[in-house]
């Protein structure tokens, strides 16, 4: 009762925390600014998760830098080699929609249509989804499985790391005071390769994943997995990929039985927490279902993609 | 400490003074008495502050001020034409799609967008759709009921969907 009368007055209130807004015209000015102020600002992209936390009281800054109209921060490029081009400020809606995305990453397709509602879709960013670095973040999963890296900026330079490299724990990120996210960039799939992604959640929409996989899967001319990468979503602190699975799964038939033998093992792989949402055991047995049917859909479409 | 910030909202253009951080479906209710978005949840969680902007239905209540500057809003009050209440509108009167009201708006709002995008969806396309808006009295038949009806009688008399409206 109480918690509902505060949180009545929260919404009823007009004023939000306060905070100072810079808007860089340039990725320069915008690097600066976020060095110069350090751990007192944060750079704002879609800004779902980041104006939630400052008005909540759980981050306090003294400016945000908002980069939405930086340019280069936005936009999707496809290219038959070197795959898709991601600026960190895409959002899930445009990714969920883009002719390209649906033809050769239907893994990143059914993590964003997953993401909230459609008004929500069209101002979260995938940066900001991998910058938030929730254990539950869609994006992540599709993007380990499709082996994507992320470039860093800073007033110094650039970096590019793996995504399951660039979260270090549940809310952080490896990046410094002064450093951003730019463009995520995911490799052109081989030839005769697939990949799916799927979460279990309560609620179909407006929730948060219990536990998630994505899998991607390339068959040789024999039908034999040549090369795989499955990865795990809300089940660790990190990233988590299904090692011992991709193991189990490489050079074998995808029959019912390895599938069922992969769901184990990634399921073996994961190290839940139990909370509000789900226990330990319950997140482990979905992670085995989900893992056990995401390959076979991998590999499904992997079947009939034929030479791309 | 305030800035000027100038809005086109529903083809109208505005300024208005005030603080950065501050979001703009309070500056839409606070500063331009526009109170038909409403604040169900202040978080994103219930899309009944969902406004058009270019186009694309948002929640107003995560988007700061001055990230609409220079875009073209359109919020409930800008749906209807000169002609009187939208088909949506109407229909969501004539099929019971309004119970309490709270959610109409937005309902309303993100229909503009979906029929904008798709002229005829399905019953699964609608609720896609407007997944996102939280209604806790109808249980969604009734607006789903609305929305295709809506659809139909556009679709016949040709009505544009307002989802860039000009002055």
Not at chain 1, 45 to 64: E, M, N, Q, W
């Amino acid at each position: 009762m109480f918690l509902y009368v505060e949180r009545l007055l929260h919404t009823c209130r007009v004023t939000h925390v306060a905070f100072a807004v810079f808007e860089p015209a340039t990725l320069n000015e915008a690097l600066g600014l976020l060095t110069n102020e350090g751990d007192a600002s944060a750079a704002l992209a879609g800004g779902t998760d980041l104006l939630l936390r400052i008005r909540r009281g759980a981050r306090k800054y003294r400016s945000v830098v908002n980069i939405k109209f930086v340019p280069g921060l936005t936009g999707l490029t496809w290219d038959a080699q070197r795959g898709l081009t991601l600026g960190a400020l895409t959002t899930f809606r445009t990714i969920e929609q883009n002719e390209h995305v649906r033809r050769h990453y239907l893994a990143l397709v059914e993590a964003a249509r997953v993401v909230a509602g459609v008004q929500l879709r069209n101002l979260a960013t995938i940066g900001g989804n991998i910058g938030n670095a929730s254990p539950s973040a869609d994006s992540v999963p599709p993007l380990v499985a499709l082996g994507a890296t992320i470039e860093i900026a800073s007033a110094t330079g650039t970096r590019v790391v793996p995504i399951e490299a660039c979260i270090s724990g549940p809310g952080r990120t490896v990046l410094i005071p002064g450093e951003i996210f730019t463009t995520i960039s995911v490799p052109a799939p081989a030839t005769h390769s697939g990949n799916a992604f799927s979460r279990f959640s309560p609620r179909s929409a407006m929730d948060i994943g219990i536990a998630s996989v994505a899998a991607s899967v390339t068959l040789d001319a024999d039908g034999r997995c040549a090369d795989c990468r499955i990865a795990l979503g809300a089940v660790s602190p990190t990233p988590l990929r299904g090692t011992a699975a991709e193991n189990a799964l490489r050079g074998e038939r995808i029959t019912p039985a390895i599938a069922d033998a992969v769901g184990e093992l990634a399921a073996a792989a994961t190290t839940p927490i139990s909370d509000i949402r789900g226990s330990a055991p319950y997140r482990r047995a979905i992670v085995r279902t989900l893992a056990t049917r995401v390959v076979q859909q991998a590999a499904a479409r992997a079947a009939t993609a034929g030479a791309r | 400490m305030t800035r000027q910030y100038v809005l086109t909202v529903n083809g109208k253009t505005s300024t208005v003074t005030t603080e950065p951080h501050q979001s703009l479906l309070d500056t839409l209710r606070e500063m331009l008495g526009l109170t038909g978005s409403k604040k169900g949840c202040d978080e994103g969680e219930c899309a009944s502050c969902t406004v058009l902007l270019d186009g694309a239905p948002v929640n107003a209540c995560l988007i700061l001020v001055g990230d609409a500057v220079g875009k073209s809003i359109v919020t409930i009050e800008g749906v209807a034409g000169s002609e009187g209440p939208h088909p949506l509108q109407r229909a969501f009167v004539e099929l019971g799609g309004v119970q309490c009201g709270y959610c109409t708006p937005g309902m309303i709002v993100s229909s503009c967008a979906l029929l904008r995008e798709q002229p005829d969806p399905t019953d699964e396309e609608i609720k896609f759709y407007l997944a996102g808006n939280v209604c806790r009295c109808t249980g969604y038949n009734k607006i789903t009921a609305a929305v295709r009806s809506a659809a139909e009688t556009m679709r016949a008399a040709d009505v544009p969907a307002p989802a860039r409206r000009t002055a």
